[in-house]
């Protein structure tokens, strides 16, 4: 038996083989069959063994064996399932069905002879066979085969980065034949590099019949795709993926490689195909076009721009402005900060590029819609461009071509309603501000670059104003003297965008993250007040050649041209950043350091331009470059120290990530040692990844395979040993390190011992207090550390303090604040049960922690079970510490859903599957029958609940399961239903019919079965959906309609068409 890797089944002969291994020779793994691919593997199997019979019997030159056996394994597969439609044996003849077509339709000669009629127009590998064009002598001509998938298609689809009119008039007549039978067509592309040719573009527009969107924001939206899709009615769809654009080239003499992929072997990847094609079409980044004369122009200007590459300072952008769904986090936070917490001083922290702007334009048109007129303005910026670009993005957002006036150098405004004005203006006139403007004269005001509020210019806006709304933009919040601004916004960030989101979207360049060895060992190193002792590092760092040694080698080995980098290099201390500087400088590399107490303001200033300008290739920092200082050309980072801190690990390498034309990526050096336990690698990771249901663990060991497009992660044999030593010490021992965490609080912080302060102060999770369901918790923890007698507790509170992991979960604000009026013991229980909708939440609150009936607890009501659990002080105290928690990590703001009956469930929210059984009344106290469908109709209120789970294999990454169910747009969503569902069943026709029926479809989804921390994932309430449309049976493939747009925060997992 060859060694190698497989992914094949056991057989009982391969087990024989396997079972002659000696193990001491041969490391053999094997794993169990899931449940999810097990149809896949076997299915392909069966195939594979029937193929070997059938070809045996082929040398026969008849088919009726072949024929007859399939029959019998068709006979014994309806003998044994009911799935099986009757008459799904093969007809005895043996004949392959190639067309059934209208008569009329065809031409005349046709009529009489089908068969060479159709030798003339069907492709030559015809329906069923995939294959590959390389653009080889003897390959058959691309251009002949599309013309023949044209002639035969029902529908067509086209994703394209540009459209040539060389490329267009081989296919025109084709397409216009197609387009004649009232066929659609639908062609995506964009003006990249300005290569489309208008002239192609209005001929395809003036099909009859035939729709074409643009994408016009290429600065973010660089669609490379090439591939052409044809549906047919029949099911025998076809798509052709690779390298050819519609040019002529491309479709002729080009050495182009593309795959032709039918349904009929490769099913998974069209559906993929068209469900990213669907995704991509609903989005708002492409445009619908037609050859009016205003869209002539548009497209004109456009491609104009693209090959000039400019474009008129002033001037509104060629598309629409739109959110992407990281900034409707955003504003969803903004909204909870004002809405749940009375916070309207408001901080936003993102890097560079990524639209804030745009976010604080979309937040002011938010506030707009509370007033008859727009309320009044005052963005403050520092430079002309920002300004004029922002009233630009104003008036877009809000379709006001005359809104705002800009006060800077030589313009003055002539009104001071909506002012955008540069800080020099204002500290200039700052008298004339003070004298005529009353201080609560704007009731919004923006402060981009608010980092700068040190300064003498910037301080005396927020003295002076008091607006309603305060909105500051930063992509730091440390201010440029090294002070925090937190204090002048309530000491929160109200929102910051995410690394991981920020690369996907194009924001920020990508990282090539290299995890170098590094020869110190930080075990013997004094750990103090949560950190690393300096002067330790400096001592170990300054008596170490052989280290320096290792830092240079892996400049030679990772770095294109070392001595053309321009790198920054984060050091313990001065001491340290002087030593490296001189030892880059022996090496002959043009090095230098700063440090805030050996360097003066001017001096800093000399060094950042000379990096910029490439005359200095390295600069070694202390407390310099953590915060907003924008260096867009630096190409590479040195991490020379650990970083305890995960918000200065950040926002040191958010130094780098900055967009500029000389580079593709971030190069990233961290020289990792063999650690003290208290050191954490699993946050840093956990940062870089973004969302993800895995572990960090697993994707370590995977190779990071789901890091944001376009980066990576690679690991050193011992620094790879140390990362995973280090992880998995602190997942199996995570206990213990809470532990000495809680014990330690009182001398790392002043602030008393809460669940909140903990968390707030060591970046835990509330998970990983809750990490291991019934065996740990919040109390627990504290009674381990010694920082809590141990409270005397009944059978009955202990296991209910154990189920509070369940409540750790919630973030329904109406249900948390019912829990906090039962637990709080304000209100007279009865009273509370009287309230619109108590009986339901106190009923999910008793399932929620008893997770059983009344009557098998020896309970009469539900005012028993909930006066029980208000008596338990242990209980009380620490459900109370977890709704506090739980509530201050609310992000979005509550929505009620629209029904005809009141509900319990807010819009967005998470609820568990047995929460939302309760607040329809499908459990009620006395009885939870089991619901263990993916569907459960409640008859007394006409209404369906459809439970989606978006990851249903345990791998993560399961073509075959993976595109069932995702969101094709914030508003439109694909829904595979249960196997034995079919358009003329009765829930099929219950689903399509839905409307006429008054029955209501509530949609719920979740991401996995299973977090991070092995806890069963609630579900997100996405409200009601209405029928839009079907394709196939047992299976029905349906797309629903949202009626309230999915939440930000849940289209990276739902949306898996689409990127970023």
């Not at 693209?306 to 300072?313: C, I, K, L």
């Not at 979740?1006 to 009601?1024: C, H, I, K, S, W």
Request: glycine fraction near 6%.
């Amino acid at each position: 038996m060859e060694t190698g890797h497989y992914e094949t089944l056991v057989t009982q002969q391969l087990r024989g083989q396997l079972a002659t291994l000696e193990t001491a020779v041969y490391a053999i793994a094997e794993k169990k069959l899931g449940a999810d691919d097990a149809a896949v593997f076997i299915t392909r199997h069966l195939a594979q063994l029937l193929g070997s019979v059938l070809g045996q019997l082929a040398k026969n030159e008849e088919v009726g064996e072949q024929l007859a056996l399939a029959n019998g394994v068709i006979a014994y597969l309806q003998e044994n399932s009911d799935v099986l439609a009757a008459g799904s044996h093969l007809a005895p003849e043996g004949q392959l069905l190639r067309a059934v077509l209208p008569r009329l339709q065809l031409p005349l000669a046709a009529q009489h002879d089908l068969g060479k009629h159709l030798d003339g127009v069907e492709p030559a590998l015809r329906f069923s066979q995939s294959d590959l064009f390389s653009g080889g002598n003897s390959e058959l001509s691309l251009e002949a085969e599309l013309k023949k998938e044209i002639a035969t298609a029902d529908r067509i689809d086209f994703i394209v980065s540009f459209v040539k009119w060389s490329g267009l008039r081989l296919l025109l007549p084709s397409l216009q034949a197609f387009a004649e039978q009232g066929k659609p067509l639908r062609l995506l592309t964009t003006t990249y590099m300005g290569a489309t040719d208008q002239k192609a573009v209005d001929a395809l527009a003036a099909l009859p019949g035939a729709e074409l969107r643009i994408s016009y924001n290429t600065a973010h939206e660089r669609l490379h795709a090439k591939a052409y899709l044809f549906s047919r009615n029949s099911g025998f769809d076809t798509a052709y993926i690779g390298s050819s654009n519609m040019s002529r080239s491309a479709l002729t003499s080009g050495l182009e490689w593309n795959v032709k992929v039918t349904a009929q072997d490769n099913a998974a990847i069209l559906n993929k195909f068209r469900g990213t094609f669907e995704t991509y079409w609903n989005s708002p980044e492409f445009e619908a076009y037609s050859s009016s004369p205003e869209q002539r122009l548009k497209l004109a200007r456009a491609l104009r721009q693209e090959n000039s590459g400019t474009a008129e300072p002033d001037s509104l952008p060629n598309f629409r402005i739109r959110l992407f769904p990281y900034q409707q986090e955003i504003l969803d936070r903004l909204a909870v900060e004002r809405s749940l917490r009375g916070h309207f001083r408001n901080l936003v922290v993102a890097a560079t590029g990524t639209g804030k702007t745009v976010v604080s334009a979309f937040d002011y048109a938010r506030f707009a819609k509370q007033f008859t007129t727009l309320p009044r303005l005052l963005f403050v910026a520092h430079r002309e461009e920002i300004l004029r670009q922002a009233r630009a993005t104003f008036r877009h957002i809000l379709g006001e071509a005359n809104f705002g006036e800009l006060w800077m150098g030589t313009e003055q405004p002539l009104q001071f309603e909506y002012l955008f004005v540069s800080v020099q203006t204002f500290a200039s006139r700052l008298d004339f501000f003070q004298q005529t403007i009353p201080r609560d004269y704007y009731q919004y005001l923006v402060i981009d670059e608010v980092h700068h509020l040190a300064a003498a210019s910037y301080r005396p806006i927020l003295a002076w104003f008091q607006p309603t709304i305060l909105l500051g933009l930063t992509a730091t919040p440390e201010r440029a003297d090294g002070e925090s601004i937190l204090p002048d916004f309530d000491n929160t960030i109200a929102a910051e965008i995410r690394l991981p989101e920020a690369i996907a979207r194009g924001l920020l360049v990508p990282f090539q993250y290299f995890c170098i060895t590094d020869p110190v060992d930080y075990r013997n190193v004094r750990w103090t007040n949560g950190r690393y002792a300096a002067e330790d590092l400096t001592n170990v760092y300054t008596s170490n050649d052989v280290r320096v040694s290792a830092i240079v080698g892996a400049l030679q080995r990772y770095l294109l041209a070392p001595h053309q980098a321009r790198a920054l290099g984060f050091c313990a201390t001065r001491q340290h950043a002087r030593l490296m500087a001189a030892k880059f400088q022996a090496a002959g590399l043009n090095a230098s350091y700063l440090a805030s107490g050996d360097t003066t303001a001017e001096q800093r200033r000399a060094a950042v331009a000379q990096l910029r300008r490439g005359e200095l290739n390295y600069l070694f920092v202390v407390d310099i470059f953590n915060e907003g200082v924008d260096i867009p050309e630096v190409d590479t980072l040195l991490f020379l120290r650990p970083t305890e801190s995960l918000t200065v690990f950040l926002q040191q390498l958010g130094r780098g990530l900055r967009l500029h034309e000389s580079k593709e990526c971030l190069t990233v050096l961290d020289f990792v040692g063999q650690a003290r336990q208290e050191y954490s690698y699993e946050q840093k990771f956990r940062a870089l990844l973004g969302r993800t249901g895995g572990s960090v663990l697993s994707e370590a060991e995977a190779g990071f395979p789901r890091l944001p497009v376009g980066c990576s992660i690679q690991m050193e044999r011992e620094a790879m040993k140390f990362i995973l030593d280090n992880i998995k010490a602190a997942t199996g021992e995570s206990v213990r390190v809470l532990e000495r965490r809680i014990r330690g609080f009182a001398l790392e912080s002043a602030l008393p011992l809460t669940l909140a302060t903990f968390l707030a102060h060591t970046h835990f999770a509330l998970v990983d207090i809750y990490r291991s369901r019934g065996d740990r918790g919040w109390t627990a923890l504290k009674v381990r550390a010694g920082v809590l007698v141990p409270p005397e507790l009944a059978a009955t509170e202990k296991q209910l303090v154990g189920s509070v992991w369940r409540l750790a979960q919630a973030n329904g604000p109406a249900f948390l604040a019912f829990v906090r009026r039962v637990f709080e013991a304000v209100e007279e229980l009865p009273q509370l049960l009287k309230l619109p909708l108590g009986p339901e939440m106190g009923l999910m609150l008793h399932y929620l922690l008893y997770q059983k009936p009344g009557p098998k607890l020896d309970l009469d009501s539900l005012l028993d079970s909930l006066a029980m659990l208000r008596a338990m002080p242990t209980l009380t105290a620490e459900v109370l510490e977890v709704v506090d928690v739980c509530e201050a990590q609310i992000s979005i703001p509550p929505l009620a859903v629209a029904l005809p009956y009141q509900c319990a469930l807010q819009l967005h929210s998470r609820y568990s599957r047995d929460e939302i059984l309760c607040a329809f009344g499908v459990w009620t106290f006395e009885r939870n029958p089991s619901v263990r469908e993916g569907v459960c109709y409640i008859a007394p209120l006409n209404t369906e609940l459809l439970f989606v789970t978006l990851e249903k294999s345990s791998r993560n990454y399961s073509p075959t399961t993976l595109y069932h169910d995702y969101a094709i747009s914030d508003t439109l969503f694909h829904w595979e239903s249960q196997n034995s569902t079919a358009e003329d069943t009765p829930k099929g026709i219950s689903y399509i019919q839905h409307q006429a029926q008054g029955k209501h479809l509530l949609l719920f989804v979740r991401e996995q079965n299973q977090d991070a921390a092995g806890l069963t994932m609630p579900y997100v309430f996405l409200g009601p959906v209405r029928y839009v449309s079907h394709k196939g049976n047992r299976p029905m493939a349906i797309t629903w309609e949202l009626a309230t747009p999915l939440p930000g925060f849940l289209w990276h997992e739902a949306g898996k068409m689409a990127v970023g």
